[in-house]
């Protein structure tokens, strides 16, 4: 069974910088693409970034790009994304994503909040 679990999120001000984490299980996790979402209050839920098994392809989102970088340890099954420079738009519930077998599957999501 599928299980990835979120964490990282919190209240920063702008400008500022968070790391989340995303530590998988229930599948091989080194060779899966694996993407971060993130939904904003009223907003649609839009990919941020995304990164494949071996971390030779990696995509970002152009609100993302230059900003945050996406990176996995396959070692330890884990995702992350160093957010940096944030922005309140970057205001939502962040969460990461793995397709496998055609089924979409999602953590509980961490919320990051950009106020002063």
């Known amino acids: 069974q599928v299980q990835l679990v979120e964490s990282g999120g919190g209240l920063v001000q702008p400008g500022g910088s968070l790391r989340l984490s995303c530590v998988a299980s229930?599948?091989?996790?080194?060779?899966?693409?694996t993407t971060w979402y993130r939904q904003g209050a009223g907003k649609e839920r839009e990919m941020v970034a995304n990164?494949?098994?071996?971390?030779?392809?990696?995509n970002y989102a152009g609100s993302a790009q230059g900003r945050f970088i996406i990176s996995r340890d396959n070692a330890k099954n884990t995702l992350y994304l160093q957010m940096n420079s944030l922005k309140p738009e970057d205001t939502a519930v962040y969460y990461c994503?793995?397709?496998?077998?055609?089924?979409?599957?999602w953590g509980q999501g961490t919320q990051v909040t950009v106020s002063s």
């Open positions: 994503n793995v397709v496998r077998f055609g089924v979409a599957n």
């Open positions: 229930g599948f091989p996790f080194r060779y899966y693409f």
């Open positions: 990164i494949s098994g071996a971390s030779e392809i990696i």
